[in-house]
């Protein structure tokens, strides 16, 4: 996929991709490199659906849809998940591309319309069972598992992806291969995953008709739940019709809690990330027997020996309803820093990404090094981590050198004086904290 295939998409289009309402004759290519960067050029649509949801729900609840600690963590793993592409083109497009060139059965014609709504229920199709699969499979939750962990249930949720999930998921996609061409399959592809960002949202209820056909807001709160009637259940992408085939359909009914059913109770991004793949490491070596190792691995993730595949649904913690998400305890003066790093880090990840072509494989290593230092340094902040100032002082140490070794640049040149005065203070006031902090134990 390249971002420069085509110019920034309208408005008109870019709210009609995140419902799936490109029209084919719109987004048919013939080749691969000339399918757009249709997740890219949805960051502007993301963001403004989100400050949307965010008016809407101040008036219509009087509250805002979510925390401002659940969203920074959400919106750095939307971040994480995304940063691999730098480097190299997505697993999922290069095994499909093999299988294309060297399997194939037969060629449908990409500009057949045909063609490209047989690939959009073939993908839609592949999803549900990844989906699926990724609930069942324990080895494969340890990736599905950052997307559930929040506690929130707003559009930001969409964005919490997991950064090693794409390893598994091309598995159900790559039979398409056989006969449907790349770039085809390279548009529903994204256009399946801008599907279900407006779908994670409470502001919207019942769709009445629709919610035969389609998956919607509320089929993927019960989805999101974990409350015991939620769990596994309405697998879909796009088409709820595979659920209620395949007999994993939900209706919302009581009042759905979000969240694992173990909540990890941290924002710090590696835990989020990887947590599970930890527990299933010291599940692996301390159950005993080769049989019961493999079971760790691909059973499900409440599987232990002597209980079916999935594990007993009466083992899953009961919900009353009054649980209360865990949240940061830290300053409103902290938050706001937290957001002003936040969004400097987001505005030198766009420009990453849009200057990437010209920039040196070492800038880019250098630069998506700085990005995960700055989003591990806001968790450990968040988490009020017992060397959180440590972190930060060096964080922004790392910012100044990036800067005056050119690896670095102020999207706007006019702001590089003030945002170096800026980190200098930061400095400053980390490095007394990390002194205090070192000399008389964990910072509070």
């Known amino acids: 996929m390249n971002p420069e295939a085509q110019q920034d998409v309208s408005v008109s289009q870019g709210v009609r991709m995140l419902f799936y309402m490109m029209k084919p004759n719109e987004t048919s290519f013939q080749t691969l490199e000339e399918v757009p960067d249709y997740v890219k050029q949805a960051t502007p649509f993301f963001i403004s659906l989100m400050l949307l949801e965010l008016v809407v729900s101040w008036i219509l609840k009087g509250k805002a849809p979510g925390r401002l600690d659940d969203a920074l963590t959400s919106m750095s793993a939307g971040i994480l998940s995304r940063l691999p592409s730098l480097f190299s ?80 998921s091309w598995i159900f996609y790559s039979p398409l ?13 994204q256009f399946n995953l801008l599907y279900q960002f407006w779908i994670h949202t409470e502001i919207i209820n019942n769709l009445g008709p629709l919610e035969l056909i389609l998956n919607t807001p509320s089929h993927h709160r019960v989805h999101h739940g974990r409350n015991r009637y939620c769990i596994d259940k309405n697998y879909a992408g796009v088409l709820i019709i595979w659920d209620r085939i395949f007999g994993t359909f939900e209706a919302e009914n009581e009042k759905v809690v979000y969240g694992l059913t173990h909540p990890i109770n941290t924002f710090e991004p590696f835990m989020v990330q990887f947590h599970h793949l930890v527990y299933i490491w010291t599940t692996f070596w301390a159950t005993p027997g080769f049989f019961n190792k493999f079971s760790v691995l691909f059973k499900g993730p409440g599987w232990s020996p002597g209980k079916p595949r999935l594990g007993l649904s009466e083992e899953i913690p009961e919900v009353t309803g009054k649980e209360v998400p865990f949240s940061s305890s830290v300053s409103h003066l902290l938050r706001i820093y937290a957001v002003v790093q936040f969004a400097l880090t987001l505005a030198f990840y766009e420009e990453t ?92």
């Open 89 to 168: 083109r997505s697993i999922e497009l290069t095994t499909y591309i093999y299988i294309w060139e060297n399997y194939r059965l037969i060629i449908l014609p990409w500009d057949s319309p045909w063609t490209w709504y047989l690939t959009f229920l073939g993908v839609d199709f592949g999803y549900y069972w990844f989906h699926r699969m990724a609930h069942e499979v324990n080895i494969m939750w340890a990736g599905h598992q950052t997307h559930h962990s929040s506690e929130d249930y707003n559009l930001s949720t969409a964005l919490r992806q997991s950064v090693f999930q794409i390893y598994t």
């Open 177 to 189: 291969a056989l006969f449907i061409p790349p770039s085809v399959y390279a548009v529903h592809l």
């Open 353 to 444: 990404f849009a200057d990437k072509a010209g920039l040196s494989q070492v800038t880019l290593l250098l630069r998506v090094c700085f990005v995960i230092l700055t989003l591990t340094s806001i968790g450990f902040l968040l988490d009020q981590r017992p060397k959180a100032a440590v972190l930060e002082t060096f964080h922004c140490l790392v910012f100044l050198m990036l800067c005056r070794f050119g690896h670095l640049k102020p999207f706007t040149p006019s702001l590089s004086f003030a945002l170096e005065i800026f980190y200098s203070i930061c400095i400053a006031f980390w490095g007394v904290r990390s002194i205090k902090q070192l000399a008389s134990g964990p910072w509070k």
